[in-house]
């Protein structure tokens, strides 16, 4: 009876077991590590003068000649934390795959499908801040390498997945969609489409709906993709004096109204556990998007 009643109080819905807290506590210490060797690392460039005004053009020159020092000794120093970045995000990884590890051996097999769809939720918003901190940090002389930040959520998606196909596979129960991290999304989703109709839409109808949700955002996001990719190859370059092609006009506008779309379908797929797919829209269509941003020497 004892056993069964610390079963049921460690699977409440929103109440993280102390395997969850010790884990995100660990991950944040990699990461404010991470953060600081960072700073450390930026605080060595060379300084920068401050803002000149338009007309001073003398001003504005050494201003630029300071800019281009400070970039080329940042180079060095880039390499140097990149190779350190790899380190800590198999760091990261190596803490959670611990505490996954650790969850399936303490958890019962009919909720082992629980634990790697909590992962998968994890991983899609660890994507989201990976893509914000890349799209942060992307102007700055030093900044965390792709590579090793994207890293980390596309492992956590690639074992999550990996994961629930085995367990459908081998039939595990997971009686209780309710509970773990996803609990508030997945409820919020659901609620939001029984308030609509009525509660008439049972769970086949909602399995069709997150089907339909994934096939737009992964064809809206195909479609941003293109268009980003076919405005990207007509523009000149920054060092370039011609314009790009009259035709290009509208296609910026195109690709984001699209990955807006995408995006907002994204969301929807997220409330209905399907995080593959909401990773490719919320993660895809803001780099296609900064691409062409970046295209038009927005950031030159």
Not at 89 to 110: E, G, N
Not at 198 to 211: D, N, V
Request: aromatic residues 6%.
């Amino acid at each position: 009876m004892r056993a069964r009643l610390k079963e049921l109080a460690g699977s409440r819905p929103g109440v993280p077991s102390r395997e969850t807290l010790a884990c995100l506590a660990l991950c944040a210490l990699v990461l404010g590590f991470a953060t600081a060797d960072l700073v450390h690392t930026e605080s060595r460039l060379p300084d920068v003068g401050a803002t000149c005004r338009e007309s001073d053009a003398a001003c504005r020159n050494a201003r630029l000649s300071e800019q281009l020092a400070r970039d080329r000794a940042a180079e060095p120093l880039q390499d140097q934390f990149n190779s350190r970045a790899w380190v800590y995000s198999f760091a990261i990884l190596a803490i959670v795959a611990l505490t996954v590890a650790w969850r399936l051996h303490s958890t019962p097999r009919r909720e082992w499908i629980r634990i790697f769809t909590d992962l998968g939720v994890t991983g899609v918003w660890v994507g989201i801040g990976a893509v914000v901190l890349l799209l942060a940090t992307d102007a700055s002389s030093m900044a965390p390498p792709p590579a090793p930040t994207l890293m980390v959520p596309v492992v956590l998606l690639v074992a999550a997945a990996a994961g629930t196909l085995l367990g459908r596979s081998e039939e595990w129960a997971a009686q209780d969609p309710s509970g773990g991290i996803r609990g508030r999304f997945v409820q919020a989703g659901k609620l939001a489409i029984d308030i609509g109709t009525a509660g008439q839409i049972r769970r086949s109808r909602i399995e069709e709906l997150a089907a339909w949700l994934s096939l737009i955002t992964i064809g809206l996001t195909a479609v941003t993709c293109l268009f980003a990719f076919v405005f990207v190859l007509a523009q000149p370059g920054c060092d370039a004096s011609a314009s790009p092609p009259g035709w290009t006009n509208p296609i910026d506008s195109i690709a984001a109204v699209t990955a807006i779309g995408a995006m907002a379908a994204a969301v929807g797929a997220l409330l209905l556990r399907r995080w593959v797919a909401a990773l490719v829209g919320l993660v895809i269509c803001p780099v296609a998007v900064l691409f062409v941003l970046a295209s038009t020497c927005a950031f030159y």
